[in-house]
């Protein structure tokens, strides 16, 4: 049930690991799934007297992410570090920028599922991961929470935006938008399974028609754009009740319980000044040259959302094809690959979102995996608009085309799968069916229309869908009418 006398207010935090192949203050590894703290360093440690050296292919990855989201880029940024203890961060401090992040003021505008959308980004600043506790897996978890410190020190950008998301809807597709906008740009995997990107939402509530902002709670570590949604739509209703029965809410942390469904208290939400934050003395303040930023902003491919309405114009697609189309950057070119060597796009757009979506599903597998190349699924479509091939048939050439990797003119050559327009065989086929299907034939002559298309499909069959089904149609109409 939900209750309408609220409405929520709604602002994300995301994380992101950039995709380098070192850490950020030093030369580990980054490479997900090593066996545990096989990557690290004294350095990633926090080994005493270890220094930390910035990697500047993280700081161009922020820089990238930063124009694509519009934020202004600053020439001087400033670490800082964090204070708090927990066993995962080894330093006692996590260095993050704070008072001057790299980049503010941003905005992603795009086309919503229920409208135009302009989601205001706040900053994006620079940090490192923290290394991963491990709670459960092991003989003796009951007792013991070992460590990983593997992904301590992994570069991530965090992306916090204004307090402009209004339903649990709405801050699960701005979080799919920004996840396709950062695997666009080549800055992250986009995998969430992982916990290479993941999300901590903000939610307050407020009478409907007011527009103060109630008190907000934080929910920690989301990372599915469903539970993303889940959690903020039972926290929109735990606070709503709440506030329904004169209680108040505090301002808390909480956690999001998969199996139960339900958000939990962590623990009371902790202010920037708990964390007694300073200025990173082991690293000079982040210096950037503008000339450095702009030559980033050139480099930067075409984004998800302007792809998709190029799509529309230059392809002449509908915009729900455009949309599933570029969802993906790789996805998007294997589409214009097939387009670009044969010119029908519809076409091109229904085999990827139909066939060739439903075997990467069945094999998990995706589009950079697949046997079947752009090239060759533009082949298979050449075949059926010229005729050589009828729809049913050219569905059977597709599965051996992908499990093969054949071309579809050997395919069709080889099996002798070629339409049938040879009249002798489709009359001697119609012949055969007429004789055998006397009855439908009388009630056909008496009158009953529908009996023609059981024999059309009776003789299809005997053809074994190969034949021209316009011949067949017609040849059947003129001996049932002679
Ligand atoms: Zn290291």
Same mark, same amino acid.
Request: aromatic share 8%; hydrophobic share 40%.
């Given at each position: ?157 965090? /992306?916090?935006? *204004?307090?402009? @998301?209004?339903?649990? #809807?709405?801050?699960?597709? =701005?979080?799919? +938008? ?70 108040? /809410?505090?301002? *808390?942390?909480? @956690?999001?319980?998969? #199996?139960?469904?339900?958000? =939990?208290?962590? +623990? ?56 599933i189309l570029t969802q993906s950057a790789a996805l998007a070119s294997y589409f214009e690959a097939t387009a670009a060597e044969y010119k029908n796009p519809k076409a091109a757009s229904n085999w990827i979102m139909g066939e060739l979506t439903r075997k990467m599903n069945e094999d998990g597998t995706d589009i950079t995996e697949v046997p079947l190349t752009a090239e060759r699924l533009a082949g298979l479509i050449r075949l ?99």
């Amino acid at each position: 049930m939900v209750n309408t006398a609220y409405e929520p207010v709604i602002g994300l935090e995301i994380h992101a690991q950039l995709l380098t192949a070192t850490k950020i203050f030093c030369g580990c590894s980054t490479r997900f799934g090593a066996d545990p703290n096989m990557q690290v360093c004294p350095v990633c440690l926090g080994l005493p007297g270890a220094l930390p050296v910035l990697n500047r292919r993280a700081v161009e990855f922020a820089i990238r992410a930063s124009h694509a989201l519009g934020c202004s880029v600053h020439p001087r940024s400033v670490f800082a570090r964090k204070n708090y203890f927990y066993p995962d961060l080894p330093k006692g401090y996590q260095i993050s920028q704070y008072e001057r992040p790299l980049a503010t003021g941003g905005a992603l505008e795009y086309d919503g599922a229920s409208g135009p959308r302009r989601v205001r980004i706040t900053r994006l600043h620079m940090e490192e991961d923290a290394g991963k506790s491990l709670h459960e897996g092991f003989p003796d978890s009951d007792r013991f929470t070992y460590v990983d410190f593997n992904r301590s020190g992994v570069p991530l950008i965090e /992306i916090v935006t *204004e307090p402009d @998301l209004r339903s649990p #809807a709405d801050a699960a597709e =701005f979080f799919s +938008r920004l996840r396709a906008i950062l695997v666009s740009i080549g800055v992250n995997d986009g995998n969430m399974e992982e916990g290479s990107l993941r999300c901590d939402a903000n939610v307050s509530v407020r009478p409907v028609g007011t527009d103060t902002l109630g008190v907000k709670t934080e929910v920690k570590n989301l990372n599915s754009f469903r539970y993303v949604q889940r959690a903020l739509e039972y926290e929109i209703e735990r606070q709503s009740e709440v506030l329904q029965k004169g209680g108040t /809410i505090e301002q *808390e942390t909480r @956690l999001w319980d998969t #199996a139960s469904g339900r958000t =939990f208290t962590m +623990r009371g939400k902790e202010e920037a000044h708990d964390y007694r934050y300073f200025p990173e003395p082991d690293l000079a303040p982040l210096e950037l040259e503008p000339a450095w930023i702009d030559e980033i902003r050139q480099t930067l491919p075409e984004l998800p959302d302007a792809r998709r309405r190029r799509f529309v114009e230059q392809y002449a697609i509908p915009d729900y094809d455009a949309r599933i189309l570029t969802q993906s950057a790789a996805l998007a070119s294997y589409f214009e690959a097939t387009a670009a060597e044969y010119k029908n796009p519809k076409a091109a757009s229904n085999w990827i979102m139909g066939e060739l979506t439903r075997k990467m599903n069945e094999d998990g597998t995706d589009i950079t995996e697949v046997p079947l190349t752009a090239e060759r699924l533009a082949g298979l479509i050449r075949l059926v608009d010229s005729g050589t091939i009828s729809g049913p048939i050219a569905k059977e050439v597709f599965e051996k085309m992908y499990a093969s990797g054949g071309s579809a003119a050997e395919i069709v050559e080889r099996e002798g799968l070629a339409r049938i327009d040879d009249r002798a065989a489709v009359e001697a086929a119609v012949r055969a069916v007429l004789d055998a299907n006397a009855g439908p034939v009388a009630q056909y002559r008496a009158g009953k229309q529908q009996t023609f298309g059981f024999l059309v499909g009776q003789a299809m069959k005997a053809m074994k869908g190969k034949a021209n089904p316009a011949l067949v149609s017609d040849m059947l109409k003129k001996m049932l009418d002679s």
